[in-house]
């Protein structure tokens, strides 16, 4: 039986550092049907040269430089639109992959749109941290989009997913700021989204990652609140998303919006995030007695 054919997504932007080390380990997976496509989002650091001395002993190696620079949403976009494989992984230019990650992934995909597993968290020295990504977390097969309109728990380079979801997650919409949150909240609408419950790639925290950039800045919660409502408005006006849907998602936003108007906003802010608690947050992993708290705080 031929296995179906990989693409894999690496965006890279002066990534020289690490870069090495992600593509020996990209290139050591014990899956045989895959292309690794390479796209620099023009470099100022040798990333490019070295990612052309790969692509010049590995023919399943394609390497594109970028004319002008992307930004990493962008990067991807092209990179997934570039792509020809039944199935699309996404890759980081800094971790590191363990051997059976795509094997297993697309062995275990089945019927699912989108398949994500779990990663060990390493310093930026490569050392671990004994933590792992998820590790606060529950997961479940089948997530209903609801999940993810209070946050995202799906990282890019945890997934693999089938080209039949890229008329629905691109183009991807401007006014977000991760694409694996959009890519994650539209497979779970359109399709259905498994977790494999096991560790495969060793995911580096250090501080030029933009995870960390994020952390360090001074970000007001209202800040917070308008880049969710960006993202979660774009999402209801996309043409497949059914009505009752849309409605939902609206009430969401609306009542978290008004929450801080006055007592009675409040409360009713509080009562509908209650109401539907299994379906916003079956990802909470805390005590009932907690999530209550949880909730208020989510209405402040």
């Known amino acids: 039986m ?4 990989v693409s894999i997504v690496l965006c890279v932007y002066n990534g020289e550092q690490f870069l090495k080390e992600q593509l020996d380990s990209v290139l050591s997976q014990t899956y045989p049907n895959f292309e690794l496509l390479i796209l620099d989002d023009c470099s100022t650091d040798n990333s490019f040269a070295l990612a052309a001395a790969y692509a010049e ?3 399943n190696i394609r390497l594109l430089q970028n004319d002008t620079n992307l930004g990493f949403n962008r990067n991807f ?7 020809n494989g039944d199935l699309i992984a ?5 971790d590191i992959w363990l051997p059976t990650k795509i094997e297993e992934l697309a062995d275990h995909i089945g019927s699912a749109v989108l398949i994500y597993s779990n990663s060990e968290l390493m310093d930026e020295h490569g050392q671990p941290t004994n933590k792992t990504l998820d590790h606060n977390l529950i997961h479940l097969n089948r ?3 609801s999940a993810f309109l209070e946050s995202n728990f799906i990282t890019g380079h945890t997934c693999i997913f089938k080209k039949e979801l890229i008329p629905y997650i691109l183009p991807l919409p401007a006014s977000i700021n991760y694409y694996d949150w959009w890519i994650g909240m539209v497979a779970a609408y359109v ?3 498994k977790y494999y419950d096991k560790t495969l790639t060793r995911y580096r925290i250090h501080t030029d990652s933009v995870m960390q950039q994020e952390k360090q800045q001074a970000e007001t919660r209202l800040a917070q609140m308008e880049r969710k409502q960006k993202v979660l408005r774009a999402f209801t006006e996309m043409a497949f998303v059914k009505p009752r849907d849309r409605q939902f998602v609206e009430r969401f936003l609306l009542k978290k919006k008004s929450a801080g108007k006055g007592i009675i906003q409040y409360i009713n802010c509080y009562l509908f995030l209650l109401q539907h608690h299994r379906a916003l947050y079956p990802w909470y992993a805390k005590s009932f007695v907690k999530k209550l708290n ?3 705080k989510q209405c402040h």
């Open 143 to 145: 997530p209903s989009y």
């Open 90 to 94: 996404i890759c980081d230019q800094d």
């Open 57 to 59: 002993k590995h023919s």
């Open 2 to 5: 031929v296995k179906p054919f």
């Open 294 to 296: 949880f909730i208020r």
């Open 77 to 83: 976009e092209k990179g997934i639109q570039l792509s």
């Open 191 to 193: 399709g259905e989204v």
